[in-house]
């Protein structure tokens, strides 16, 4: 069965600051990732996918992601943070028309 | 404006009733969903639908029906809504031609009390 793990629940950072967060996935193949954002009380957002070729993904607002097939890995990077970075990001797989969502991570922005 | 409409954007029910939860889309898209989200949960995906007249079982079907007479919609049925019901539900759609553009609809915050 296909899971994929988003290990940090909450995350504050500075305003400024970088941001990564962190996603990981168990699925037999190299799945299709993408990586998606919730504002409060909003739906959601694509931030980014990856299918194939560049393992480094640009997406909108930023954010790249990195593809590590030896870790199963598709994290989240942002160089400098925004206070409007403030949100719940999630993490999805694609293991054939289904997505399948990380539980989230949502990141605090101080000033 | 073209997308996933997503009505009612809030419903208090209580403990026993019915409801469908309505979802329309005008992108033509093949694949339709309905996911549940809950704190600390992410997302879970309730029933889904690859065409007109066929639907699926996702994670957490139990309590929830579906049907898909036509491209464009795709409710959500809740037979006798219990307080562990209480979510936020969205519909998202998909089409093979926009290669897994998955676009999803506003939410529907519902609470059953």
């Known amino acids: 069965a296909q899971s994929v793990t988003q290990p940090d629940i909450h995350i504050t950072v500075s305003e400024g600051a970088s941001l990564e967060l962190r996603c990981n996935y168990s699925?037999?193949?190299?799945?299709?990732l993408f990586w998606y954002v919730q504002s409060p009380g909003q739906g959601l957002q694509l931030l980014l996918k990856y299918f194939s070729g560049d393992t480094l993904v640009q997406g909108i607002k930023g954010f790249e992601a990195e593809f590590k097939r030896s870790q199963s890995s598709f994290n989240l990077r942002k160089p400098s943070v925004h206070w409007s970075d403030a949100a719940e990001y999630f993490c999805a797989v694609v293991p054939r028309y289904k997505l399948s969502f990380g539980a989230g991570t949502t990141v605090t922005v101080r000033a | 404006n073209a997308g996933v409409t997503q009505t009612p954007k809030f419903q208090v029910l209580k403990t026993g009733q019915s409801m469908t939860l309505q979802c329309a889309q005008d992108?033509?898209?093949?694949?339709m969903s309905w996911y549940r989200q809950d704190p600390g949960m992410g997302l879970r995906l309730i029933h889904y639908s690859v065409g007109a007249g066929i639907t699926d079982q996702g994670e957490v079907p139990n309590g929830y029906n579906v049907s898909r007479s036509t491209t464009e919609d795709f409710p959500l049925r809740l037979l006798s809504a219990a307080p562990s019901q209480t979510s936020v539900y969205f519909c998202?759609?998909?089409?093979?031609?926009?290669?897994?553009?998955?676009?999803f609809g506003s939410g529907t915050r519902l609470t059953v009390v």
């Open positions: 992108m033509n898209h093949e694949y």
């Open positions: 998202a759609t998909y089409s093979a031609g926009e290669f897994y553009g998955y676009t």
């Open positions: 699925y037999g193949a190299t799945p299709y």
